[in-house]
Structure formats: C-alpha cells, structure tokens
C-alpha cells in the first residue's frame, strides 16, 4: 500500500515532535479516550461524566487531571461545581480520525 508523501519539514522539528507525542501519551487510555468523546458535544460538569462513563469518581479525577495537565482540557468552576470542556481542538481532531473506519 502506497501512501502520499507530507509535503513538510515538522517530522525534524523535535519540539513539534515532543508536543505531539505528550499528546498522544496523554490521550493512550480508554478512559480518557471516552471523556473526550463525551465532551465532544459540549461541557459537562464532573458528576455528569463519571456518571456517564460508569466509573468510580476517584479514577475519573484522575483522567481528568492527566487532560486538564497536558492543555487537552479546560474547566470553569461554577461554585462548588466544577465543569470540564475540551480546550486542544486537535485532541478532538485525533479523536474524530479515530472513529473514521479504515479504507
């Protein structure tokens, strides 16, 4: 199989390539590959999403610190409640690619 060739110099570009493999390190768990695809239709607050992921809270703090961490996500804290969206729009690019089916 033949691929087209990326017309750019970024795969000698050691900084773009550390940025971008943190990313991709912090995306590499189920978990948080699934907060990411719930997020993708807007902010949503704590309880919602570890409700929705059918995980003990603790775990899901901890995704969520691992993607608020690396600039993935974003919160507002609204009171005592804190609400998570995704702030790096190529998390949820890469997020999208990933549930395109191979051709």
């Known amino acids: 199989m ?3 060739a990326i017309e750019n110099e970024k795969w000698q570009d050691e900084e773009f390539l550390e940025e971008n493999a943190d990313l ?3 995306l ?3 978990s948080r590959l699934k ?8 902010k949503k607050c704590v309880k919602h999403i570890w409700e929705a992921l059918d995980l003990p809270q ?3 703090s901890q995704h969520l610190s ?3 961490n690396k600039g993935i996500l974003g ?3 609204e009171g005592s409640i804190v609400c998570y969206y995704i ?3 190529k998390a949820l690019e890469i997020y999208k690619l990933l549930l395109k089916e191979d051709k």
């Open 2 to 4: 033949e691929y087209e």
């Open 24 to 26: 991709l390190k912090a």
């Open 28 to 30: 590499a768990h189920p």
């Open 35 to 42: 907060i990411i695809g719930f997020l993708s239709s807007g």
């Open 58 to 60: 603790p775990n899901v």
């Open 66 to 68: 691992v993607l608020r």
């Open 75 to 77: 919160y507002k804290r």
């Open 87 to 89: 702030k790096n729009k």
